[in-house]
């Protein structure tokens, strides 16, 4: 199966522009049709979905390029390409965590506000009675 920009494009969520720069930046591969026409294979679409996701890792478009050239060469790089992604898991995981602390946070948050609201204790939020508190 074959897709046009447009179709990858729809296929995986993302803009037609996004498909054209990756290709433009040598990170995801494709053929030319015989109108010089962009034309994806699945390939392309795994590649696009490992794009996607060294993406949402926060991953810049340099340091993927230099894994997609890591992949291009081989496997006389493979423990470099596996050293890149135990690298790029680590800072995942502790963004993970950054994002659970965040959300306990939060949970504790809104359960104090709930205990505001319901009357089960005095809002000691509201900076207009207490001057200098700092809200918390």
């Given at each position: 199966?074959?897709?046009?920009v447009?179709?990858l494009?729809e296929?995986?969520g993302?803009?037609q522009?996004?498909?054209?720069?990756y290709?433009?930046q040598?990170?995801?591969?494709?053929?030319?049709?015989?109108?010089?026409?962009?034309v994806f294979?699945?390939?392309s679409?795994?590649?696009?979905?490992?794009?996607q996701?060294?993406r949402?890792?926060?991953?810049s478009?340099?340091?993927?390029?230099a894994?997609?050239?890591l992949?291009y060469?081989?496997?006389?790089?493979?423990?470099?390409r596996?050293?890149?992604?135990?690298d790029?898991?680590?800072l995942?995981?502790q963004?993970?965590r950054?994002v659970?602390?965040?959300?306990?946070?939060?949970?504790?948050?809104?359960?104090?506000?709930e205990?505001?609201?319901?009357?089960?204790?005095p809002?000691?939020?509201?900076?207009?009675?207490k001057?200098n508190?700092?809200c918390?």
């Amino acid at each position: 199966m074959t897709y046009t920009v447009k179709e990858l494009a729809e296929k995986m969520g993302v803009t037609q522009h996004t498909v054209r720069y990756y290709t433009d930046q040598g990170l995801l591969p494709c053929k030319r049709d015989k109108n010089n026409h962009r034309v994806f294979d699945e390939e392309s679409v795994n590649w696009l979905e490992g794009i996607q996701c060294l993406r949402r890792c926060g991953i810049s478009i340099d340091d993927i390029r230099a894994y997609c050239n890591l992949c291009y060469e081989g496997d006389s790089r493979l423990s470099d390409r596996y050293q890149f992604i135990l690298d790029q898991r680590e800072l995942a995981y502790q963004r993970l965590r950054e994002v659970q602390e965040t959300v306990e946070y939060m949970e504790r948050k809104v359960r104090h506000y709930e205990d505001i609201l319901s009357r089960a204790i005095p809002d000691d939020t509201n900076l207009a009675q207490k001057k200098n508190t700092p809200c918390y």
